[in-house]
């Protein structure tokens, strides 16, 4: 059996170079490319502007690996979480978030992630690969369906906060967010994008090189070194030093703020103090602040802060002029909430 190409890892320049070698037109790949981005194709007989010998000549020589959903779950608060499974197996979750104002879609951009942050569901996984670009686009195609399906109203946002350490699959992370804004893709807002990471300095400093659209969120969690390397090792090679940097070099080339992201542990970061540390740090990087509850993973390690600590900590931060915000989980019943996400289910039957 030939070893068939994935046909969407293929950028167009190349796919008319393939088409024009085999004395067809260039136009031809244009309409195959279509097909796969801006329609979604699953297969090559939908293609029907193309003749059937041409559809005969893809379906010998390629492959479309289009993600498949299973079981899909609707939390009490609106809340919708799937599990999507890859053409080698693997499985990997993606969340529709609804809110009165906006329809986000939660994507993964790994298999499994690296980096063990302690307080994360993903991080007791191993990394197994990284996502390519057709893989991370499939999930937010089959988002904005259930949007469009349950609420009837089109996906508004896109977040980089599933499975995964984005700035670890850079490359086809920004493959994907492209097709996701190119008018010949989904012509989604790069405004509308962000991308989330537990701060890989050199990589922050490439977007900025990058010149990228799309918003930047840092999960912060510790103003400090000593209690960030506790939580997040990452932390040991990427401090915050050279963390302030990079953004401070992101900030100066894009223009665009950063949104921190800071969970509240009880007894561990939601003290006066770790205000004051937090609100240094704001005052150093153009900033916005997002306090958000810890959800649990189900290991006793950690627990949320309590909600009267957290407003006070809020509060302390926006009289200080910095602009932050608490935000209450969503989808927690069915395990879709940030940090939840690991396939409990398909690794409970693993287990099995
Ligand atoms: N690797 C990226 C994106 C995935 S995590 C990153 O670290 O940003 C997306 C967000 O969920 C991050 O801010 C992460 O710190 C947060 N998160 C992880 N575990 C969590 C938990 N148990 N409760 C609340 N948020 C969590």
Redesign the pocket.
Known sequence: MINKTDIRAIGLAELEKIFTEKAMPAYRARQVYEWLWKKSAGNFNEMTNLSLDLRDWLNQNFVINQIQVVDKQISNDGTIKSGFKLHDGHLIEGVLIPADDRMTA?V??QVG?S?T?R?????KLDRIRNLNPDEIYDQVVHIASWAKLHYNKPLTNI??????????NYANVLKAIDRITKPDGLGMSNERIT?????IAKMIKKLGDDGVKFNL?????AANDVKRNQI?P?NESNNLKAVEEALVYFYRKTRSRITF?Y?AFKDFNESLNDAKELLALCKKVPSKV?I??????GDGL?E?ANENLIDKFAAFLVKNGVQATVRR?RGKDIDA?????ANKKHQEALVV
């Open positions: 939660c993964s951009s992630c980096l942050c307080f994360c569901a993903t991080g977040v980089f906060m599933g499975m995964g350490e984005p700035l670890l991308v989330s990471t537990a701060g969120a840092l999960s912060l969690h997040m990452i992201e969970i997002n958000i509850e810890y959800n649990p993973t950690f949320k989980s909430a940030c940090g939840q996400l």
